[in-house]
């Protein structure tokens, strides 16, 4: 086994594994059938495992940025993480969806034409996994400026590596996976450079459990936690539009 996995893993792979503790692997069956599977493990995503991995990134970054989320509040799809990290600093919570139907909506818009939505309306936005199934990004971005209040934050996820959602795809569409550096790119053009931070979440052990549909059970947390550039599972962004007027469309 030893020499089979020396012969499939790369150098800097087999290096972190050695620096783990012994049972580090020891929730799964990590043996080389894993390798020669061209199916995933759970086609859901592994949510009826426990919980989605890249779920765990997220809501580890909402966590960690909990003080921004207060005040006036637009979230996409539901209010869930509103509720969750906002709790009493939320003062009042819109809801945007593409489409009508759903019962959490109170705004029916497309993110990438949105005029109807008045600008500096938002202390924060929660943008999380929305930005892959807009085509048009920029347009997107710069709503997203527009409508929120000067000095606001926008709190945005989006995906690295990640297996396509096929519903999306056949409904609305899906288009995009991101790295740090076109993240960054992208709000820079639209939000000043000194208010945009972006930073990913994952490694290789945890993008090749996400796409095999394991859920954050099957692995141990420092699995998760360790951070590797080169394997981004999930894309955080914050950026806060200053207080003094700028242009959203440079």
């Given at each position: 086994m030893k020499d089979v996995l020396k012969a499939v893993l790369l150098?800097?792979?087999?290096?972190?594994l050695r620096r783990?503790?012994?049972?580090?692997?020891c929730t799964v069956s990590w043996d080389f059938d894993l390798f020669r599977r061209t199916?995933?493990?759970?086609p859901h995503w592994g949510g009826k495992r426990g919980q989605i991995i890249d779920r765990y990134y997220i809501e580890k970054f909402l966590a960690e940025h909990s003080?921004?989320?207060?005040?006036?509040v637009l979230e996409f799809g539901d209010d869930t993480y509103a509720k969750q990290f906002g709790g009493a600093k939320v003062s009042k919570i819109d809801v945007m969806h593409l489409v009508p139907g759903n019962p959490h909506a109170t705004i029916i818009a497309e993110l990438a034409n949105c005029d109807e939505v008045p600008s500096d309306t938002f202390d924060c936005i929660l943008c999380t996994q929305v930005l892959l199934l807009v085509f048009d990004l920029k347009n997107a971005i710069r709503s997203l400026f527009r409508i929120l209040k000067p000095?606001?934050?926008?709190?945005?996820?989006?995906?690295?590596?990640?297996?396509i959602s096929r519903g999306d795809m056949e409904i609305g569409g899906e288009y995009w996976r991101f790295t740090t550096l076109s993240m960054r790119r992208l709000f820079e053009e639209v939000f000043p450079p000194n208010g945009v931070e972006v930073r990913n979440y994952g490694n290789v052990l945890a993008a090749t459990a996400f796409l095999h549909g394991l859920s954050v059970e099957d692995l141990p947390p420092k699995a998760l936690e360790y951070t590797d550039p080169d394997f981004p599972v999930s894309i955080a962004l914050r950026a806060v539009k200053p207080i003094s007027p700028m242009r959203a469309d440079p």
């Open positions: 150098h800097s792979t087999r290096r972190w783990q503790p012994r049972n580090v692997l199916t995933p493990i759970d003080s921004d989320i207060c005040g006036h000095g606001g934050v926008l709190l945005l996820t989006a995906p690295g590596i990640q297996k």
